[in-house]
């Protein structure tokens, strides 16, 4: 029944992220990175390099999705309007989620495919949260504020906690839209990852029949990722009147 | 008798604007305490000041004080909940979680730290005979609310109130959404329910705080012109705005 519903809706976002996984893992051989400065005297496949440092950004992003999530509730549940780390906070989130994805695709292309330090993987986690915090954050405040304020009075009207109302009902009630956020930003940092996978085949490969191919490859089944995760989105985003 | 609520000198603001000036009155326990007055005149303010619901506004303020059962509500000691469970509001609109009908009741009972499964069913049950629903829903417990009327929607919000098991029950304009033939029956649900609980009753209608309270107080502008018996405000009102009021020149 609904009830299932919502379950499999729960389920379906891990279960596409360890897909996911699965499928990087398995693809991408792993090379041993050490700390010469060229990519030429390491002589090693800059491909599979940019592989393992995508790798990289995964644990990242799932650190990145759960730390937005939690932002959006303190500030949302315990920081009033007029305090004042939210009016600091609040305009940085909304100013840098309103930055097109394109600009961290292009910062993430120098430092997954050009830079070959390996200090960049924290420069990438950066360009992660980055990407990740500000969306997910704003998209899931969304969430919590277009919850009709009188169930919440109703709720403390029978005697809840503060702690009672968000569980049993902020949190019922604006998960599906959480997860629709989660999955719109898994979808664009994904398409920053096959940006720079194709570049990546670019750079090392002339432009041939196989080149094609290899790209074919290596990005058809992210961008099938992409385009997955985003009807997922904007399914869960219409927020069907669920009992819960 | 001792009063349930005392509420001395009461004041209250929304940011700068002054909602309500200076009001005290006593409330007796088991009686219908109606409060009247035309629409914005701060009726609902006055009575969310009572279970605490104000404090969800960031920018309101109060000074004066509100006794519950001889305690100060607004005390720091006080567990808010503790107090806020002994009130028990039913809105305007009727406003259901969406759960089935039997978790909304459920809820208040679980709310109290009720676990056993048989226990709560059966006050679930007897909140629902209390509220006079039993015989229309007890055949689809576990299904949506909303397919009730707007009546036995409220009707059940009743129900949830009373799960709580409060000692006071507070009716924001219960009314306003129903129609003529649902509207007797939550009036003569209010005069059972005063003999087991003590009630605070809103309306803007003159003719149903008559009909069904024991004492009712007039505000106007956020002041609470005059209080007293039912009877004697609406035939010896002392002052000419409750006179203007209770005889339809006002509001
Ligand atoms: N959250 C609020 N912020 C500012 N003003 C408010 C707020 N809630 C109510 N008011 C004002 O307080 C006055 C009394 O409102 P209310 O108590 O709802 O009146 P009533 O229930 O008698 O119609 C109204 O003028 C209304 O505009
Ligand atoms: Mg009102």
């Not at chain 2, 326990?29 to 000041?49: D, H, L």
Request: hydrophobic share 45%.
């Amino acid at each position: 029944m609904d009830k299932t519903k919502l379950l499999f809706n729960i389920i379906a976002v891990p279960i596409l992220i360890i897909v996911l996984t699965v499928y990087l893992t398995l693809t991408f051989t792993v090379p041993t990175v050490n700390s010469e400065v060229s990519f030429e005297s390491m002589n090693i496949n800059r491909i599979n390099l940019v592989k393992v440092r995508l790798m990289w950004m995964i644990p990242v992003l799932c650190v990145a999705i759960i730390v937005s999530v939690v932002i959006a509730f303190v500030v949302e549940e315990w920081l009033s309007t007029n305090n004042l780390i939210r009016r600091i906070i609040e305009p940085q989130i909304i100013i840098l989620s309103s930055i097109p994805s394109i600009v961290y695709g292009i910062l993430a292309i120098y430092y997954l495919v050009f830079n070959p330090i390996s200090s960049s993987y924290v420069s990438l986690a950066f360009i992660v949260i980055l990407l990740v915090v500000p969306i997910t954050t704003l998209s899931a405040q969304n969430a919590i504020r277009n919850i009709d304020i009188s169930i919440r009075h109703a709720a403390y009207a029978v005697g809840a906690t503060k702690t009672k109302v968000i569980l049993d009902h902020v949190l019922p009630l604006s998960l599906l839209e959480i997860l629709g956020g989660i999955c719109h930003t898994i979808s664009r940092t994904l398409a920053v990852a096959a940006l720079c996978i194709l570049v990546s085949i670019l750079v090392e490969s002339p432009i041939s029949g196989q080149t094609i191919v290899n790209i074919v490859h290596n990005i058809g089944i992210l961008l099938l990722l992409v385009l997955l995760f985003s009807i997922v989105s904007s399914f869960l985003r219409k927020n069907p009147n669920v009992m819960y | 008798m001792t009063p349930i609520i005392q509420v001395n000198d009461l004041n209250v603001w929304f940011g700068k604007r002054r909602i309500l000036r200076n009001l005290s009155f006593d409330i007796q326990p088991r009686q219908v305490t109606a409060f009247i007055g035309p629409s914005n005149c701060g009726k609902t303010t006055v009575i969310r000041c009572l279970n605490r619901l104000n404090d969800l506004q960031v920018d309101y303020r109060h000074t004066g004080e509100i006794l519950i059962n001889g305690e100060e509500l607004y005390a720091r000691k006080n567990k808010t909940t503790e107090i806020a469970r002994k009130i028990s509001m039913v809105f305007e609109k009727p406003i259901l979680f969406k759960k089935s009908i039997y978790e909304n009741v459920a809820y208040s009972a679980r709310i109290r730290g009720i676990k056993h499964v048989t226990q709560i069913s059966n006050i679930v049950d007897e909140c629902l005979m209390k509220a006079h629903l039993w015989n229309e829903v007890k055949d689809h417990l576990h299904t949506d609310p909303s397919l009730l009327s707007i009546g036995q929607q409220q009707q059940l919000c009743i129900a949830r109130a009373l799960a709580c098991e409060p000692e006071i029950l507070i009716f924001d304009e219960p009314c306003s959404q129903l129609d003529a033939t649902e509207t007797p029956k939550i009036e003569t649900l209010i005069q059972t329910l005063k003999q087991q609980f003590t009630i605070i009753f809103v309306t803007n209608k003159r003719r149903q705080a008559a009909r069904v309270s024991d004492v009712a107080g007039f505000l106007y502008n956020g002041e609470l012109v005059e209080i007293g018996k039912t009877e004697q405000i609406f035939t010896t009102p002392t002052d000419n705005r409750t006179e203007n009021y209770v005889t339809g020149r006002l509001g």
